[in-house]
């Protein structure tokens, strides 16, 4: 049976006028960022293209083909500039319409020509399929940086999208679809122009997703981590801490030497600054695999993994002297914090955590017995726990 393709832009405005005005509602709660302005501007200007091709011979051509087309390109690049938005990446708005503009221009100068159906569908197919490529590309970026499961997912359905586009350039191209009328009856015009309108549904819920998948892993971020130096506060360690299974680990648990002295003297704004600075100091030494966690106050564990009690006690040393290097550098201070850290590691035999922070501890308060601002390992012969 063919299908009506008049019938099928319709059912394409419509389907983005519903969109547009949820994702502009959305953008109204105030609860996200710019993005879903922009997308919903764009599938609004794809839905007005959609509807103004759909009234070709029942209004003046220049508004039905030109017109239509002209702002269905708007709105596949404005996509683009949604999903730039959403990932953090900044564009100059000027360049942004100014290519809209530009890009935009042949499809009423070059290809006006009412015969010419087939060399616009190409045009304009081309176009859409580059916008579906670049929106793709940057739904890789943002599910390789942020690890959105949902992000895969549209770069799945774009890259769908991106390749309807290209049939219909290649068909276009050879003169399979277009002619006088385009209304007059590709079936495989028509089937393309059905399958858009379930993508664009797919890729308006995935966008949604995405939003919901960056706010879940936001809170879960909040929820685990000190706000004030980043760290993993006592639930998100416990969190990670399964992962390490039975694998060596040694155990840093570092105090701030005459940290209540500085904030007596200087005030609590100066003890957040040094808490920031230590979390910093101990983040440039540290290995990327490496924990580092906030017990409380002033007192901190580094978890490194797969790292030899002697060489944990080497970090511990650098973490210490990069400390106290750095507090130098502090304007105006009269107390000059420094480092007390025990160090106790645990073997390949493994072993229960709980007893390698107890043995760390006991590290910690010798080094404090033997008067602070220095490193001591669990054992005389520091063996692995």
Same mark, same amino acid.
């Given at each position: ?7 099928? #832009? ?26 879903? $302005? ?5 599938? $609004? ?13 029942? &209004?003046? #051509? ?84 942020? %690890? ?38 590709? &079936? ?60 060596? &680990? ?9 940290? %209540? ?39 901190? $564990?580094?978890? $490194? ?70 490193? %001591? ?9």
């Amino acid at each position: 049976m063919l299908l009506d393709l008049r019938t099928i #832009y319709f059912i394409v405005a419509v389907s983005c006028f519903v969109l547009g005005i949820l994702q502009l509602a959305a953008y109204a709660t105030g609860r996200f960022e710019r993005w879903p $302005l922009w997308w919903g501007l764009s599938n $609004l200007l794809v839905g007005v293209g959609s509807f103004l091709v759909a009234l070709r011979n029942l &209004v003046p #051509y220049s508004v039905s083909v030109d017109g239509g087309n002209i702002v269905t390109i708007a709105g596949y690049m404005l996509m683009f500039f949604a999903v730039r938005v959403f990932a953090g990446r900044a564009l100059n708005q000027r360049y942004f319409w100014l290519a809209i503009f530009l890009v935009s221009v042949p499809v009423a100068l070059i290809v006006s020509d009412p015969s010419a159906v087939s060399a616009r569908l190409l045009y304009v197919s081309v176009i859409c399929c580059l916008c579906d490529l670049a929106v793709a590309s940057e739904a890789v970026g943002v599910a390789r940086r942020e %690890k959105l499961y949902s992000a895969v997912l549209l770069v799945g359905l774009y890259v769908c999208t991106a390749m309807i586009f290209a049939v219909r350039s290649i068909l276009a191209a050879t003169g399979e679809i277009g002619g006088p009328d385009p209304f007059g009856g590709s &079936v495989v015009h028509s089937w393309m122009a059905v399958s858009a309108v379930a993508f664009i549904m797919l890729r308006g819920m995935a966008m949604v997703l995405m939003a919901a998948e960056r706010s879940r892993n936001q809170l879960t971020e909040l929820a685990h981590h000190d706000p004030l130096t980043g760290a993993l506060n006592r639930g998100g360690l416990a969190q990670r801490l399964p992962a390490l299974g039975s694998q060596p &680990v040694s155990l840093l648990i570092i105090d701030i030497d005459h940290f %209540k002295q500085l904030n007596d003297r200087h005030g609590h704004a100066s003890g957040d600054d040094i808490l920031r600075l230590f979390a910093s100091v101990s983040r440039s030494i540290m290995g990327s695999n490496d924990l580092l966690a906030r017990q409380g106050g002033d007192e901190f $564990l580094v978890v $490194l993994k797969d790292v030899s009690g002697q060489d944990a006690v080497a970090i511990a040393e650098r973490i210490r002297l990069a400390f106290a290097a750095a507090v130098l550098h502090q304007p105006d201070l009269a107390v000059f914090p420094t480092l007390s850290i025990g160090v106790a590691t645990r073997g390949k035999s493994g072993g229960d955590f709980e007893q390698l922070i107890k043995k760390a501890d006991e590290a910690l308060y010798r080094s404090k017995r033997e008067g602070r601002n220095r490193v %001591k390992a669990f054992g005389e012969n520091q063996q692995a726990a």
